[in-house]
């Protein structure tokens, strides 16, 4: 096997695996909604204009730390360093055009800015020009 391919299986087994894990967080939030909605007072079958009580929301800066796999409270620096690294890993341009395994990378990458946008939104702006030695 030569080397551009088995890189290339590397990069492809790295996206399926990443995109599995993703998986699994959807179906979590997925599972819970739907508890949710049987815990509500008319149950699955209620009235679409009932709202189901929150037993335990959706946070969305939770979820976004679960993918890109940096714990709560974890520095900018950590959360900038798994986004890029994850970014450079997952890119769809690595991957023939219309094969399976670009759609996932395309996928996997729009998850990835996603999480990374919602934990970065918390940062002030001077903290990250600061961290990127940007200057104005």
Known sequence: MGSSRRAYDLLRGYVNH???R???LDSDAAAREELNASLSPGGVDAAPTTQAPSAEPINQQEIAR???GVPEGAPFTDVRRAYERLSKRSDPAKFVVGTEERRLSEELH???ETAYRILSAEVPAVEKRFNNLEID
């Open 66 to 68: 679960k993918i890109l």
């Open 110 to 112: 729009a998850r990835i």
């Open 22 to 24: 993703i998986r699994d």
């Open 18 to 20: 990443h995109m599995d």
